[in-house]
């Protein structure tokens, strides 16, 4: 992903589409869903009030994200990723974190092997995915500013 050609909502939308129209097993997008590939082993940990989702990105893989609904936190354990915004379009290199802002859809791309670990709050400790997704993301903008009228 070349810097300073993604730098609306616009086009972060014409990636998507263009990346999730190909045939490469290595994209994937959980559309708001839990991602559920093998080509993306998942690990889910609780702990009180925290959910923790690892994720193993083979190199030249990418992750069309869901918009987060809420601020969180995100770490680069091992590797090198691009990841592209609405934004802006930044490299992190292992080890790293970022308090990630919520309602911004993310394009990940992994230039070598790389461990990607969210950490997001779990006030109910409920260890049903289904429902943590549910409340952790939108699947689009239009989710997204529901979500947020609702809970303002």
């Known amino acids: 992903m070349p810097k300073n050609e993604i730098s609306s909502r616009a086009s972060i939308l014409e990636l998507e589409k263009i990346l999730l129209n190909s045939d490469n097993k290595s994209v994937v997008s959980n559309n ?3 991602v559920r590939s093998k080509e993306f082993p998942l690990k889910h940990s609780f702990a009180d009030g925290i959910y923790v989702r690892q994720m193993l990105m083979k190199k030249d893989s990418v992750v069309v994200g869901a918009i987060h609904n809420h601020l969180h936190v995100w770490f680069l354990l091992t590797g090198h990723i691009t990841v592209a915004t609405e934004d ?6 292992s080890p790293c974190y970022v308090v990630s802002t919520p309602g911004i859809k993310r394009v990940i791309l992994a230039n070598e092997e790389s461990i990607f670990v969210n950490v997001h709050k779990n006030p109910t400790n409920t260890q049903d995915l289904d429902k943590l997704e549910a409340e952790i993301v939108s699947k689009n903008y239009k989710e997204y500013e529901e979500y947020t009228n609702k809970n303002t």
């Open 32 to 34: 708001g869903d839990i």
């Open 88 to 93: 802006s379009t930044q490299d992190y290199v």
